[in-house]
């Protein structure tokens, strides 16, 4: 099976202001197991969400990539390739209808957090705001390399529990540090005890991130 054969042809699917009309779009990514669906419904916690495009791309099988994200790499293909090609289609779409780079926000939760710092690091420029909900980079100790250009003042924020069992907090303070090498503004909160969910703390900073764009 070839990276293109697992999520690229999934639905895109979209809530709040239509895209041609939005001033400022998020792409919402999904954890395992969950949906597109599922990952929009969370739009509904914001606050400041007219003129704002809600995109949700849909992994195939609800799993983007089949091992944990701290796993190597190799052991993730070409499951991990696809979920990347698949953001960089959700951008260029976003970018084709006029939206920039610097309105536009990646979230996610989950398999999606990490996701959203990997295509944002692999991708450097400046974006609207990348927000990882519990995650960080993907990758096994001594692969988090090779990341060049700059963010340049893209506002990060990275949330996660202290005692999370799917993301070691050290995994959340090495993206930290990546990402300010790479020139973002990283807003990084370690929440005491949480658990594996979102807070919010957190949704009070990704509406923050919003008024802000509008």
Excluded at 42 to 56: P, W
């Amino acid at each position: 099976m070839t990276a293109q054969q697992i999520h690229e042809t999934q639905p895109l699917l979209q809530t709040g202001t239509p895209l041609e009309d939005a001033k400022v779009a998020m792409i919402m990514i999904h954890g395992r197991g969950d949906s597109a669906r599922g990952i929009l419904g969370l739009s509904a916690s914001f606050a400041e969400t007219e003129g704002v495009a809600f995109i949700a791309p849909n992994a195939s099988g609800q799993t983007w990539y089949p091992n944990r994200f701290i796993a190597p790499r190799e052991a993730n293909e070409p499951h991990l390739s696809s979920a990347l090609n698949t953001l960089n289609g959700v951008l260029e779409t976003v970018a084709d209808v006029g939206i920039p780079p610097e309105k536009t926000v990646i979230l996610g939760f989950s398999q999606g957090a990490c996701l959203a710092t990997e295509v944002a690091a692999r991708n450097p420029k400046t974006y609207g705001g990348v927000v990882a909900l519990s995650g960080g980079l993907i990758g096994a100790e001594g692969e988090l390399k090779g990341y060049e250009g700059s963010l340049d003042g893209t506002p990060v924020f990275l949330g996660c529990s202290d005692v999370d069992f799917h993301i070691p907090v050290e995994r959340v303070h090495e993206t930290r540090d990546i990402m300010t090498k790479l020139g973002a503004t990283v807003d990084e909160r370690i929440y005491e005890g949480m658990g594996h969910t979102i807070n919010q703390d957190e949704i009070d900073a990704v509406n923050t991130m919003l008024k802000n764009l509008l």
